[in-house]
């Protein structure tokens, strides 16, 4: 009788586990590449020029914006002892209010904005705002398009020290990047959606139109955050023009992952080399951090709008809310610390600079819907993580990432998984904490890249 419950419990878990491992991936989705998100009485006029743009700060918003900085009412005192545990700690509010509506340099900081070429361009009903920036070059240096895409709380403003890195001519190297950095719908200084079902598989489209407007066939791709589901989404639903994929967060909700990082518990070193065990076990630990970190996710995939309206009046409170994901994102132990350790990471000028991509635009409810829009039934049940790629992927692990995945695992999804740096150092927002290292990384990987489809005779034409 033993061995009867015994075999029957090893067929219970060897069937489904047979189904995880060895089932077949679902299909590629249907792609409409004209889904139309804008006004429907656009249609008849859709204007497909570009457009220079400038970001241009008006003297009526800051105006507006410095008396709700100072007509806030007193903010209720942080508990005695605590630093950042419970978010964003009052006792600093008025350091920071002071410094945006005094001392923020807005004429300055505008020509920091429009130090790179700015465009904007119909996508599908939606104008999209993006940098553009092109390299002067030797004749036999060859100029290749990388898109870098961002995420939330993030914007274009997280790649500003990263661009001259990223586009330096160098003798090592025979090409040059020219970027393409985008505010994702929604986000910044680009069109939100009128109407439901925007998610991160439909952005991908759009940015994929983009890429093709400015005349780019095959292109090279990098992404974080948000940036990284929707490039690794256009890795999947345009393998044959995306070159290559770079992400610093590397994510899969795959019901494989799950099994394997569950069962993986017992012993740990059999999924992760010994001296990364600590960022994937024990598991009480993860989900620990998961559970509090991310609450924000629930609320913004749930109900945006209300938080919205919240978000959108009070510029004091925007503060709080995105500047505390710049603390304990950027390093767990900076909540620790009575400022945050915001400015031990960044400069002020820098976070500002962030937070005036919402507020200018106004943009924070909309691009807060993302989550809403991606995380519900109709894009889990397009099983895109379950589809795997072939495009050559590169990885870059910062030490202070939300998740890490070992690279064997990432390869059910990335089958040309070609590399993973493994930083012991950094956090979330990697490009603009740590852009040297961020530009040398994505350089590198572009090189290999490159080196991939020689070897393989494939075509790269752009």
């Known amino acids: 009788m033993a061995r ?21 991936p679902p299909p590629l989705p249907d792609i409409d590449l004209n889904e139309w998100w804008g006004p429907e009485q656009m249609k008849t006029k859709h204007d497909t020029s570009l457009k220079p743009f400038k970001v241009k700060f008006d003297a009526l918003m800051i105006k507006d914006l410095k008396d709700r900085l100072k007509a806030h009412r007193p903010f209720v005192p942080a508990l005695e002892g605590i630093a950042f545990e419970y978010g964003f700690n009052s006792k600093q509010m008025n350091s920071w209010i002071k410094y945006w509506s005094e001392e923020y340099p807005f004429s300055e900081r505008e020509k920091v904005f429009n130090q790179y070429p700015q465009f904007k361009t119909n996508i ?22 990388l898109m870098l895409l961002h995420g939330w709380p993030g914007s274009v403003r997280e790649f500003d020290a990263a661009i001259p890195l990223l586009t330096a ?50 292109y090279y791709i990098q992404g974080g955050d948000w940036g990284a589901i929707i490039a690794s989404n256009m890795a999947t639903m345009f393998p044959q023009e995306v070159l290559g994929y770079h992400t610093n967060m590397a994510f899969s909700m795959s019901s494989r992952t799950t099994l394997i990082q ?40 749930t109900k945006p709008d209300t938080v919205g309206v919240a978000l959108s009046d009070s510029p004091s409170g925007l503060l709080a809310y995105i500047l505390e994901k710049f603390s304990t994102w950027t390093k767990p132990q900076y909540k620790l610390k009575a400022d945050g350790g915001l400015t031990s990471s960044y400069t002020r000028e820098q976070l500002i600079d962030n937070l005036m991509m919402y507020w200018a635009t106004n943009s924070i409810t909309t691009s807060m819907r993302l989550y809403s829009e991606t995380f519900n039934k109709r894009y889990a049940s397009l099983g895109l993580d379950e589809i795997p790629t072939p495009v050559p992927t590169w990885i870059l692990q910062a030490k202070n990432e939300l998740a890490y995945l070992p690279p064997w695992i990432l390869k059910f999804k990335y089958k040309n998984l070609i590399n993973e740096t493994v930083l012991d150092d950094g956090g979330h927002f990697i490009a603009m904490e740590m852009p040297k290292v961020f530009s040398e990384d994505v350089l590198s990987a572009v090189a290999a890249f490159r080196n991939w489809h020689k070897d393989r005779n494939v075509k790269t034409e752009l």
Do not use: C, W
Not at 8 to 19: C, H, K, Q, R
Not at 286 to 298: A, C, P, Q, S
């Open 262 to 301: 569950t069962f993986g518990a017992i012993y740990p070193p059999s999924v992760v080399r010994s001296d990364l065990v600590d960022r994937m076990y024990p598991m009480s630990k993860i989900f620990g951090t998961l559970l509090e970190e991310l609450g924000y996710m629930h609320i913004q995939a």
């Open 4 to 24: 009867l419950l015994l075999v029957l419990l090893l067929v219970a878990l060897g069937a489904p586990v047979y189904y995880i491992f060895f089932k077949s």
């Open 124 to 145: 599908q009903g939606l104008d999209i705002h993006f940098i553009r920036y092109k390299p002067q070059v030797p004749a036999n240096v060859e100029i290749v398009p």
């Open 169 to 218: 001519v160098s003798k090592e190297r025979n090409f040059a990047l020219e970027v393409i950095i985008p505010s994702l719908p929604g986000y910044g200084f680009s069109d939100a959606a009128v109407r439901p079902g925007l998610g991160a598989d439909k952005v991908a489209v759009v940015l994929r139109n983009l890429m093709n407007r400015l005349g780019f066939k095959k």
